[in-house]
């Protein structure tokens, strides 16, 4: 079955390190999302890519990093600059058909904490 | 800018009908939806409306759009415990340089109880 692949489930970073959270799909979709979910937050946009090897900030990039090399991929580094990273982050994925905007397809999440 | 609201929590007897309540501000919002999350999972598309709809059906689910006070509701009918979830209201319009980017609320988690 098509969908969204997210690992691992869960991360530990120790302070001053660098951590790369995967996100792979199937769907042949051109658009990816990262976003950062925090206890009774919504969903704020980390970074999204419309296309390969070209990629847009979201409302808080800063601290964070992102490569689109394959229409499949997408991962999300975390870095050392990002003070404060423990969250639930969630990857989505979506598509244009007929020039509509299809609705986003997430995976199951990423949970990052602090050592 | 863009803003979603939505209440925090909804408590429901099981059986009975469950209604999550969204506000938002964007006038040129062309899509609406609503996503369910479960604990530790990611968000799963329930449904959504386009802007120039008033009424979507599927099931047991309803969504009401009421364009002019920039309200949207989501009605749950015979509401079971499986329902128990987060729901996130998100609209979506082509303000990033042509992508539809959803703004989400911030969920309201719904409690349904024997």
């Not at chain 1, 992102?66 to 423990?86: D, H, M, W, Y």
């Not at chain 2, 709809?53 to 509701?73: A, F, I």
Request: glycine share 8%; hydrophobic share 30%; net charge negative.
């Amino acid at each position: 079955d098509g969908g969204i692949t997210q690992s691992p489930k869960y991360l530990f970073r120790k302070e001053g390190q660098n951590v790369t959270l995967s996100c792979e799909q199937n769907l042949n979709h051109d658009a990816m999302y990262w976003y950062r979910q925090d206890p009774g937050q919504g969903l704020r946009l980390i970074y999204y890519s419309q296309i390969v090897n070209d990629f847009q900030k979201g409302d808080i990039a800063e601290g964070y990093s992102v490569s689109r090399e394959k229409k499949e991929s997408f991962p999300l580094t975390v870095t050392s600059a990002q003070k404060n990273p423990t969250a639930f982050y969630l990857c989505a994925s979506s598509s244009t058909r007929d020039r509509v905007e299809q609705p986003q397809h997430f995976g199951d999440g990423t949970r990052l904490s602090i050592l | 800018g863009e803003d979603v609201e939505q209440s925090l929590f909804l408590s429901v007897r099981e059986g009975d009908s469950s209604v999550i309540n969204c506000t938002y501000t964007d006038s040129s919002s062309t899509y609406l939806y609503w996503y369910k999350q479960e604990p530790g999972a990611g968000l799963q598309l329930l449904t959504y409306i386009f802007s120039n709809m008033d009424m979507k059906q599927d099931q047991r689910l309803t969504v009401l759009l009421n364009k002019k006070d920039k309200h949207l509701s989501l009605r749950i009918a015979d509401t079971q415990t499986g329902d128990s979830a987060i729901y996130f209201c998100a609209e979506s319009n082509a303000g990033r340089g042509g992508s539809y980017i959803p703004t989400f609320g911030r969920g309201t988690s719904l409690i349904v109880h024997p």
